[in-house]
């Protein structure tokens, strides 16, 4: 039998599919992340199973334990709090284990706070990138917001919402104009779109809040992509460096004068 990978909801219990369910209540063994929480979605159904936590803390241990298992042809359903297991959820390991050692996989698909998100934004685009969890240190955030500057679709981040104002603040810093979407509790009683530039919604949401958080950043300018100018300025720096200012300072000062984001003229001349 394959192990199946179950999508979740993300907040509304009514928000699994017929296939899922089906596959739970016929799996040997449901693995999820929290028991408590899979029984309450599992008993809002009608569905029984037998729950075994499998976690990011137990993840290595539970996969050594499960593989023989597998591969003698148990029936294991895979599941997560929310959404889709081993999307910044635990669940890759052992779907790579598993594939590894000859035992197909198949997915199950259903809610997804990413798309559900960027459909809710509006600022959906040809394209756009998932970015996981936002960076905790504030100049690896900056870094990431430099990045993006240069980024001209949409970007979608899943944020800690103890976090949210500090990081909202940081990114202002840097694309204070972007138009943005703070989604929270999606899909739940108290669902909230807050939609805006990444200024006023650091000022919006300066306080913390409660619930599940994904942000996201709408598609940047047209010409945010590399244009004729970028290598000239790229030279600039390189000459300034060869001058003996310092490359940072330099990549600065040039970025100032051509509107080329600072990252990628700091790179381009290394």
Not at 36 to 47: N, P
Not at 241 to 270: C, E, F, H, K
Request: hydrophobic fraction near 45%; charge should be negative.
């Amino acid at each position: 039998m394959p192990l199946a990978v179950c999508a979740t909801p993300i907040g509304n219990l009514e928000d699994v599919t017929l296939r899922v369910l089906r596959e739970l209540a016929e799996a040997d063994l449901v693995l999820c992340e929290d028991t408590r929480h899979t029984r309450k979605l599992l008993e809002r159904h009608g569905v029984r199973a037998r729950l075994v936590s499998y976690h990011r803390h137990n993840e290595a241990q539970r996969t050594g334990e499960l593989l023989p298992r597998l591969q003698a042809g148990e029936r294991v359903a895979l599941v997560s709090d929310s959404g889709l297991p081993a999307i910044q959820d635990p669940g890759a390991r052992l779907v790579a284990a598993a594939l590894e050692a000859g035992v197909p996989v198949t997915v199950l698909p259903g809610p997804s706070a990413v798309e559900t998100a960027l459909v809710a934004s509006g600022l959906v685009a040809e394209r756009y990138q998932f970015l996981g969890y936002l960076p905790r240190g504030e100049r690896a955030l900056s870094a990431l917001a430099e990045e993006l500057s240069a980024w001209p679709w949409a970007a979608v981040a899943f944020e800690s919402p103890q976090r949210l104002g500090r990081s909202l603040r940081v990114l202002a810093g840097v694309i204070p104009e972007r138009p943005a979407a703070v989604c929270r509790e999606l899909t739940k009683r108290f669902e909230e779109v807050g939609r805006g530039s990444v200024a006023e919604l650091a000022e919006r949401f300066g306080e913390e809040v409660k619930g599940e958080v994904t942000l996201v950043l709408g598609p940047g300018p047209a010409d945010a992509s590399p244009g004729d100018e970028e290598p000239a300025a790229v030279a600039a720096v390189a000459e300034l460096v060869a001058a003996g200012v310092a490359r940072r300072q330099a990549a600065d000062v040039v970025a100032r004068l051509t509107g080329v984001p600072r990252n990628r003229l700091y790179r381009g001349s290394l």
